[in-house]
């Protein structure tokens, strides 16, 4: 059974870069699409953007200027990285699997809050 | 982009009771919805894909339909385990869009 791990800082101060990474244990990475979902406390979810194991990605228009999704085969992980960060970008931080670009996840991460505050 | 809204925002419902959920897209996103049932501190949890079709593992008491902007997500009859929060989510265009969430929570 693939399993998914967030890691990363969980406080990040204003202005600064959070970067977080998937880490996917229980199968390859190859072959599938992996996307960053988030969640702020006690609100809905967003779409951040997801990328294809071979490199291919695709972001939320209202987050692209600021988000960078790469994919390391070779550790079997992939990251994300969102600049310029607010208080407006605390949030669960969700790592998922889906089998095509734009199809449902069925895999999910458990999560990880990241706060940004100084 | 797709606008989806849920509603009703809470739902009380009696366990052993039916409910049923809505969801209203902005435009046709033909049948490429799914419905997620997300517990406090989980991550959400597939349910069901293209309006109507469950997900591995989940119970026949879960039922989607609807195509087009109009979409139902139906449990027959509630059990403990599933009073949640329920989100819809369009695929059929980028940005892949969120409902604001029905939580049904027990009368």
């Known amino acids: 059974q693939v399993q998914l791990q967030e890691s990363g800082p969980r406080l990040v101060k204003p202005s600064e870069t959070l970067s977080l990474t998937c880490t996917v244990s229980?199968?390859?990475?190859?072959?599938?699409?992996w996307s960053w979902i988030r969640q702020p406390p006690g609100k809905g979810l967003e779409w951040i953007g997801y990328?294809?194991?071979?490199?291919?990605?695709n972001y939320n228009p209202s987050l692209k200027s600021r988000v960078t999704i790469s994919v390391d085969t070779s550790k079997n992980q992939f990251s994300l990285k969102l600049s310029s960060v607010t208080a407006a970008d605390t949030a669960v931080y969700y790592c998922a699997r889906h089998r095509g670009a734009v199809l449902p996840p069925g895999f999910w991460g458990q999560g990880t809050l990241v706060t940004v505050s100084s | 982009e797709i606008v989806m809204t849920q509603s009703p925002a809470t739902l009380s419902v009696s366990p052993g009771e039916r409910a049923t959920l809505s969801c209203r897209a902005s435009?046709?996103?033909?049948?490429?919805l799914a419905w997620y049932q997300q517990k406090p501190g989980q991550a959400p949890r597939l349910l069901i894909s293209g309006a109507s079709t469950r997900a591995t593992g989940i119970p026949a008491t879960f039922s989607g339909s609807g195509s087009g902007t109009e979409f139902t997500l139906t449990i027959s009859s509630l059990q403990s385990e599933d009073f949640a929060v329920y989100y819809c989510?369009?695929?059929?265009?980028?940005?892949?869009?969120f409902g604001g969430g029905t939580k049904v929570e027990i009368k």
């Open positions: 229980g199968g390859s990475i190859s072959s599938y699409y």
């Open positions: 989510q369009q695929y059929n265009d980028w940005p892949l869009t």
């Open positions: 990328i294809f194991y071979s490199g291919s990605t």
């Open positions: 435009q046709s996103v033909s049948s490429n």
